[in-house]
């Protein structure tokens, strides 16, 4: 079982930018798909972007390419989100995830039987 913990999150103007962390610890296999969802109020949990820790293959949703950018420290075991131009629309709750994959890494890949951090908050104002 990977631990997840996020950091990073917090209240920002419309335009402004921030960079999320997710430090992982536990791994046992030698590639992972990781990668953010958000979740805001009332909503479904939407997957953002996601990364292959060995391929380095990116995706992103479509709501967010563009602004946002995911990548990984491989030395410190750490997944990232920078996002920029941030919009009101962007506030939610943002959780990281991982499952181990040989290749596989998409959205339902992680939703289907992933792990999860706790969160951290982003807030957006207009």
């Known amino acids: 079982q990977v631990n997840l913990v996020e950091s990073g999150g917090g209240s920002v103007q419309a335009g402004g930018s921030l960079r999320l962390s997710c430090a992982a610890s536990?791994?046992?296999?030698?590639?992972?798909?990781m990668g953010w969802f958000r979740q805001a109020p009332g909503e479904k949990r939407e997957g953002v972007a996601f990364?292959?820790?060995?391929?380095?293959?990116?995706y992103y949703a479509d709501s967010v390419k563009g602004r946002f950018t995911v990548s990984q420290d491989n030395a410190k075991i750490t997944l990232y989100l920078q996002m920029n131009s941030l919009k009101p629309e962007d506030t939610a709750m943002y959780y990281c995830?991982?499952?181990?994959?040989?290749?596989?890494?998409?959205?339902?890949?992680?939703?289907?039987?992933?792990?999860w951090g706790q969160g951290t908050q982003v807030t957006v104002s207009s």
């Open positions: 990364i292959h820790t060995r391929r380095g293959n990116t």
């Open positions: 536990g791994y046992t296999f030698g590639s992972y798909c």
């Open positions: 995830a991982a499952r181990a994959s040989i290749g596989f890494c998409s959205a339902p890949y992680l939703d289907d039987s992933g792990s």
